[in-house]
């Protein structure tokens, strides 16, 4: 799988916009980009993926930059429940055991 | 609804005790089954992963082993644990053949290993 490059931590004040960026700039074309967090103490939870196009759900968006080299989670409205860890990472879409590899993330903290 | 269940959720374990730690899966069949090793501080790594009954691939040689009797269950043992298996284990589903569609973890067993 492609690694990916995120910032070790940043913060956001509660109630306003998270945007977390990832770089991929080795990423297939094959490979989608996906997202989890995991708060302390708990199982990685799935956030959102994409290819190409943005994505969004009720939990956050994904902006990928069209030449698929970066990507930008944006989670809306940040509360103090979103401070945990946020994984980046590429997965090939061909293979029935395509395997997910985890970085260190980036540590997101939401200050009141 | 698919349900992940994982236990126990914590362990202390003396060095050179065996371990066994069980997941099961529910509200799905056939599904791609993970066994992810986090120790303090550090990412997740992959240790084993399924994609039937009985098909076990390791990703790291060590001394721990998986097995899958039967479909919806995944297994980890050691015989002997070490120190350095210490660490927070997590199981993962995902469903089978569609490798696009994303891995869903339970809520881990910290083993602390004595």
């Known amino acids: 799988d492609a690694k990916t490059t995120q910032p070790p931590s940043m913060d956001c004040a509660e109630g306003r916009a998270a945007n977390l960026p990832c770089n991929h700039s080795?990423?297939?074309?094959?490979?989608?980009v996906y997202w989890y967090r995991q708060i302390h103490s708990q199982g990685p939870q799935y956030i959102i993926h994409?290819?190409?196009n943005n994505e969004t759900n009720e939990m956050a968006s994904l902006i990928i930059t069209e030449d698929r080299k970066s990507s930008t989670l944006i989670l809306p409205h940040a509360t103090l429940r979103d401070t945990a860890v946020y994984y980046c990472?590429?997965?090939?879409?061909?293979?029935?055991?395509?395997?997910?590899?985890f970085g260190k993330g980036i540590t997101l903290s939401v200050r009141p | 609804s698919q349900t992940i269940h994982q236990w126990p959720a914590t362990l202390v374990q003396p060095v050179g005790s065996p371990l066994s730690l069980e997941c099961t899966v529910e509200?799905?069949?056939?599904?791609?089954l993970y066994w992810y090793r986090q120790a303090a501080g550090r990412g997740l790594q992959l240790l084993f992963y399924?994609?039937?009954?009985?098909?076990i691939s390791s990703e790291v040689p060590q001394n721990l082993s998986a097995s899958r009797p039967q479909d919806r269950q995944f297994i980890l043992s050691s015989k002997k644990l070490l120190l350095s298996d210490s660490g927070f284990y997590l199981c993962?589903?995902?469903?089978?053949?569609?490798?696009?569609?994303?891995?869903?973890f339970g809520n881990g067993t910290r083993l602390t290993v004595t």
């Open positions: 080795t990423i297939s074309g094959n490979e989608y």
């Open positions: 994409g290819l190409k």
């Open positions: 990472i590429v997965r090939a879409s061909t293979g029935a055991n395509s395997k997910l590899t």
């Open positions: 993962a589903w995902s469903v089978a053949g569609r490798a696009k569609t994303p891995l869903h």
């Open positions: 509200g799905t069949s056939n599904p791609n």
């Open positions: 399924s994609v039937g009954i009985g098909q």
